[in-house]
């Protein structure tokens, strides 16, 4: 259970991707021999599938192009075999035209300090080295397994080119989740994301007083410079996953975006002495992404599902986990966590309902909390260098924005699938409009296209009017722009239903006038009946109230 005295009042989880322990964090056993990571004297080694030895060894390459390790369920099984012997094989056997050097990749490991915002965070604050994906398979289930303690027996993702006859079941993850609990207890959170919310793949998150809880990512700026008591109690910070600006640390793109990402997450709270006084941030990696790793996965409780295609009897790969927060030390914690360690805190911390076997068996991170010191030697900002913020290669990084990995693909299918979900929402002669008003717009387009000449396949995003993109991505972006500003013209009938219902208890009470004054922008003052019928009136019209 959580300590009653537990300080931390603000918890902040930001997830990125594809990426090992050894590769990211092996590398400070230097600073604390007693991690499990890297030892230069006695490197991990692979053959590939023609038998060549490829050891663990330091790389400044920022980019893997061309060659996506994969990381499905069959693909990390022969990467454990024999002792986590198969990683490069594995590799070699998918990819037979990859060269030696993308091939060493796979072994490779950043060196002490190369990471400018995940190795600060590293020796400032808790090194998790033994936190573990919640299966060995991809980013989806994984992702599942962070926010809700189960997978509903998927350990596959559409996009990876072997399940697409099932598209549909994807999108029907109805398990409850983390949200879920939370509203329940009136707990308040928010979901702030760049392009499209991973999220949304979960059926309750696309329920409009959920959808109400999402914002674009710079409102988590403008609300972590606001008072520390406005700031959700819980959020999620989603990474950019599609197009030039991509920040998730999945390859091909440069890492030093994500890095970008980290320190900019972190800047913005600690320049907050108040909110940073009161919060816990972790950082942690969904999937190994098909890096190796030199630990063993140890076996997991399964979760209890009643139909699964999978036993979800052992754990993941390694990850990269850090807990940043001035209650926590400057030291590597041991202690066996997954995803599902984060659902076990919050729920002993505010006494949520349960989500399931997994996360009842999971080691809560809460003994990494001290509560009775707070440190005033943390690190008081991270800054990267023009160095470190510009590609090394900048045609490279152009070669990589052409690039679409099977999670991108994913989010691409689930970005039409919103806007499908979302049209069959509207009533029929609304949505003949729009369809109508949609090939007005491709008529003009195509006017102005003769008038002015062909434009070099871009456009611009309702979701960013300010920016040029590719046409690839901003189809999608623009999916779920329209699907969350629809979610919560909805959301406003439903809190308006829900407030002028007189037997709503304090708690759902609660939870309506948060949702509310996320989406209005109108701060309520509590949970009485006056505060409920003023912003029932305001949301029936009524300014005045």
Not at 479 to 505: N, T
Request: charge should be negative; charged fraction near 20%; aromatic fraction near 8%.
């Amino acid at each position: 259970m959580a300590a009653a005295s537990d300080p931390i009042r603000h918890v902040l989880l930001l997830m990125l991707e594809n990426r090992s322990f050894d590769q990211m964090l092996g590398c400070f056993k230097a600073v604390y021999p007693d991690l499990v990571g890297v030892d230069p004297a006695s490197p991990g080694q692979n053959a590939d599938s023609d038998g060549r030895i490829y050891r663990q060894a330091p790389t400044a390459l920022r980019q893997m192009l061309k060659w996506d390790p994969h990381h499905e369920v069959e693909h990390v099984a022969d990467q454990l075999a024999n002792g986590n012997a198969g990683f490069v094989r594995d590799f070699s056997a998918a990819y037979p035209d990859s060269t030696l050097a993308a091939r060493q990749q796979i072994m490779s490991y950043y060196p002490l300090d190369f990471l400018p915002a995940l190795h600060r965070l590293a020796r400032g604050f808790t090194i998790c080295d033994h936190w573990h994906a919640s299966l060995p398979g991809p980013t989806w289930p994984n992702r599942f397994f962070a926010l809700t303690g189960t997978t509903n027996g998927r350990v596959d993702m559409p996009g990876d080119g072997t399940h697409s006859a099932d598209l549909p079941g994807y999108f029907e993850q109805t398990q409850d989740t983390i949200f879920d609990r939370l509203n329940e207890r009136a707990i308040d959170w928010k979901v702030y994301f760049h392009d499209i919310p991973q999220t949304t793949v979960l059926t309750h998150q696309r329920q409009p007083h959920n959808v109400a809880r999402y914002f674009y990512i710079d409102q988590f700026y403008d609300d972590a410079r606001g008072s520390a008591e406005a700031f959700p109690q819980f959020a999620l910070i989603e990474p950019n996953y599609l197009g030039f600006g991509l920040n998730d640390g999945h390859p091909p793109h440069d890492i030093m975006r994500a890095e970008k990402l980290i320190a900019d997450v972190y800047n913005a709270i600690r320049a907050n002495e108040t909110l940073w006084q009161s919060t816990l941030l972790i950082v942690a990696y969904d999937e190994h992404g098909g890096f190796y790793d030199q630990v063993a996965p140890p076996i997991a409780a399964p979760p209890d599902d009643p139909a699964q295609e999978y036993p979800f009897n052992r754990l993941g790969v390694r990850v990269p986990a850090i807990l940043v927060s001035p209650w926590v030390e400057a030291r590597v914690d041991a202690t066996q966590y997954d995803h599902t360690s984060v659902l076990r805190y919050l729920t002993d911390k505010w006494q949520l309902g349960p989500l399931g076997a997994r996360t009842a068996a999971a080691a809560s991170v809460c003994a990494a909390i001290s509560s009775t010191e707070l440190r005033s030697d943390t690190l008081p900002r991270i800054e990267l260098t023009a160095a470190e913020l510009a590609p090394p290669d900048p045609a490279q990084e152009e070669a990589a924005f052409g690039e679409i990995n099977c999670h991108q693909t994913a989010l691409q299918l689930l970005a039409a699938h919103l806007k499908a979900e979302a049209v069959q929402e509207i009533p029929l002669l609304a949505s003949l409009a729009a369809r109508c008003l949609e090939g007005l717009r491709f008529l003009v387009e195509a006017a102005l296209r003769r008038l002015y000449g062909q434009t070099p396949g871009i456009r611009v995003s309702i979701a960013e009017p300010d920016k040029l993109a590719g046409t690839k991505d901003v189809a999608a972006r623009d999916h779920v722009a329209r699907f969350i500003m629809r979610k919560k013209q909805y959301a406003a009938i439903g809190l308006k239903a829900r407030l002028d219902d007189s037997a709503l208890d304090a708690p759902q009470v609660g939870h309506a006038l948060q949702t509310l004054e996320q989406i209005s922008g109108r701060k309520f003052d509590g949970l009485g009946r006056r505060d409920r019928v003023g912003a029932a009136r305001w949301l029936a019209g009524d300014r005045k109230s």
